[in-house]
């Protein structure tokens, strides 16, 4: 009788999670995704300081034209407003 208490507590401590939950999930928690071909983590990084700067280059240029188009555009469509103001206010609309 005295062996049973013994071994009682030591039972309780080592009993498993049994939920649902966790045997549901048992097996995928320690398993690991496989890798993607071609992807590192070297490709997000990069090593010359002679190619980030270009890089910054080419995107500021990228930028700059991005800009210039739209202030054509913009000022294309300020002189049609103001073409057509003119028309209404010299009433030829």
Do not use: C, H, W
């Amino acid at each position: 009788m005295d062996d049973l208490e013994l071994l009682l507590p030591e039972l309780l401590l080592n009993t498993p999670d049994l939920s649902t939950d966790r045997i549901r999930l048992q097996g995928t928690l320690q398993q690991r995704l496989p890798s993607i071909p071609g992807a590192g983590v070297e490709s997000f990084f990069m090593g010359d300081r002679a190619a980030e700067a270009e890089a910054m280059a080419r995107a500021i240029g990228v930028a700059y034209e991005e800009d210039r188009q739209r202030a054509i555009i913009m000022r294309a469509k300020s002189r049609a407003e103001e073409r057509i103001a003119q028309r209404y206010a010299e009433g030829r609309y």
